[in-house]
């Protein structure tokens, strides 16, 4: 079945530091994949998704591309801020009937002043 | 309301009791999933509404788990005999409807923190 693999965290890293938080996903077909977001205390959000081979996600400063060849998706953010403190979920979405995401275990980025 | 809705936003039960979680969902919204989100991992699919048809709920883990969805908009996740295992977040989102395409965003309440003691 469809999975999505995310790196281990916590992530931490400096204010203004470079972020990648790597996803590869395993699927049948041609998925769209995601990234969710969640801050403390509040639901998970959509920061960007990418609906096909070689599109690129963009939101907020962050980053993805969609590899087919390496079945990839890794957030990318030049610089981060405290503000992005929070924990990323990874996730595709299938056709073949309901389109259900499924998700990763998510990482969690801590980013001091 | 702007957003889902989820109540109650903690619930600690003894271990046998019934529990009932309610998820308002965005206004128009067809679609409708529950997700099991265990301490540390990812959300992990229960079910799935279009309208009141629940289409799919493969996620659900045992017998015990039911959810229902009758007029189309609230839904409600019932688990009976809650055992310890059952503790976790349950996230409801939403969605405009699942035709619009597999690139479709969904919409998450804050979820309910159900601790079985």
């Known amino acids: 079945g469809d999975s999505v693999t995310q790196m281990e965290g916590p992530v931490t890293l400096s204010e203004e530091a470079f972020l990648t938080i790597n996803c590869t996903y395993t699927a049948t077909g ?47 953010k030049g610089s981060v801020q405290v503000s992005d403190s929070a924990v990323y979920f990874c996730a595709l979405s299938e056709g073949g009937g309901s389109y259900i995401p499924t998700f990763g275990r998510g990482t969690s980025l801590i980013v001091h002043p | ?48 509404f279009q309208n009141e048809a629940q289409l799919d709920k493969s996620g659900l883990p045992s017998d015990r788990f039911f959810a ?21 977040v349950y996230l409801c989102a939403s969605s405009l409807g699942v035709r619009r395409g597999r690139d479709e965003k969904l919409f998450f309440g804050s979820g309910t923190q159900l601790s079985v003691l």
């Open chain 1, 30 to 76: 041609y998925p769209s994949l995601f990234w969710y977001v969640q801050y403390p205390g509040e639901g998970l959000q959509l920061l960007l998704k990418a609906t096909k081979a070689d599109d690129k996600g963009s939101n907020k400063g962050f980053e993805a591309t969609y590899r087919k060849e390496t079945t990839s998706f890794h957030l990318e």
């Open chain 2, 68 to 88: 229902e969805r009758p007029e189309g908009s609230v839904s409600t996740l019932k688990i009976q005999r809650t055992q310890q295992e059952d503790s976790a």
């Open chain 2, 1 to 48: 309301g702007a957003g889902v809705s989820q109540s109650p936003r903690y619930k600690v039960a003894k271990r046998g009791q019934d529990v009932a979680l309610r998820c308002d969902p965005i206004s128009g919204h067809v679609s409708l999933f529950w997700y099991q989100q265990a301490l540390g991992q990812g959300p992990e699919f229960l079910t799935y």
